[in-house]
């Protein structure tokens, strides 16, 4: 029989949707490693950064009145949200580090690790910003003052960001890092490793991922957030007035920061899942009002865009147990909690 090519085509499509359809997926595993979004470098590459000149020449490198680093300490609630084109000069809680020198102007938002960098002019109480990458069409121009330390800025004109760069800079004094006392901000903090003390009365298991989709999950899920899904009966949940709901999450920060769960109910192994994006911060979990754990929560674990693990206590007596999570503040990034998770056998991926 003579081979048909069209035969021969239809054969070969056929085997191809075949394999194709036969073809699993395979779950792709947690890394534990830490994420590089918490890197403690980003400033120092910025001091080696140097602006183009967009739209303007670079001015001389020459010392001015204003040259220096200051810090502030943005009261308002930090950023714990993941956004892809967050809006630049947005000001959001957490630390803000900016420095004038020689000619040029470098400014960093310590929770997402955001940059930006610019040219400068002084002349008197007036300063003259341009070239910044992100508005390089405009020149921002302030009048700026510094008394006992601290600087402070008056907007003359500065449509930079849609307005945010003016809102930023004169939101609130910053603080000069060259006086004498220690200024929050002017230097990174240092990440706490992962630790979970020795002689422990319980056994204290780190899962990474995320206990909603292992293979054996918590029996009872506790939402972080009972004002959006309510708790199970016999399980009490109990969290800071200033915590902040978001979804079934619930966020702690400097000024809200600690939730607990309790419950009388003969568990085996209780646990909390912390979830969410890189800009997370540091925790710990106290068991019956003893540490059981302290450290980064992004380091936990990582799946595709996603951070954190589930830390789960077994080896306990029977009786009423409280599990609690508190944010460390030592960088004053935010702590998102998912849920607690209640069972009578041990949660594995």
Known sequence: MKNNPRTACLLLLVFVITAC?????TPIPADSAPTSVLATNIWNELLLATPYPHTFPLPEATF?????????????PPQFWTCYR?????????????????????????ITNWTSIASFTVE??????????????????????????????????????????????????WKSCGSDNEVTGCTDSTIPPNEIPANLPVTVTIVPGDSHYFDIRPEV????????????EGIQLRYHENSIPYGT????WWKGDWLEATTELPYTSIGVQFWGSGY??????????????????????????YFGGYIEITGFEPGEHTIRVENLGIDYRPVKVYSFGFSNQPARK
């Open 64 to 76: 001015s009145a204003l040259d220096g680093t200051f810090a502030k300490l943005d009261e308002s």
């Open 21 to 25: 359809a036969s073809r699993t997926t």
């Open 221 to 232: 899920f506790v939402a972080a957030n009972d004002q959006n899904v309510a708790s199970p």
């Open 86 to 110: 967050c809006a630049d000069y947005r000001p959001t809680g957490g630390i803000w580090r900016i420095q004038f020198d020689q000619g040029v102007m470098r400014i960093f938002y310590q």
């Open 280 to 305: 997370l911060g540091s925790a710990r979990v106290l068991f019956d009002g003893v540490e059981v754990w302290r450290g980064s929560t992004v380091s936990l674990g990582k799946s595709l865009a």
């Open 249 to 252: 999450h619930r966020v702690l």
């Open 124 to 173: 008197g109480d007036r300063v003259k910003l341009f070239n910044d990458p992100l508005c390089p069409q405009d020149v921002g121009e302030y009048q700026w003052s510094v008394e006992n330390g601290e600087l402070d800025f008056t907007v003359v004109e500065d449509g930079c960001a849609f307005n945010l760069r003016k809102e930023n800079l004169t939101k609130q004094s």
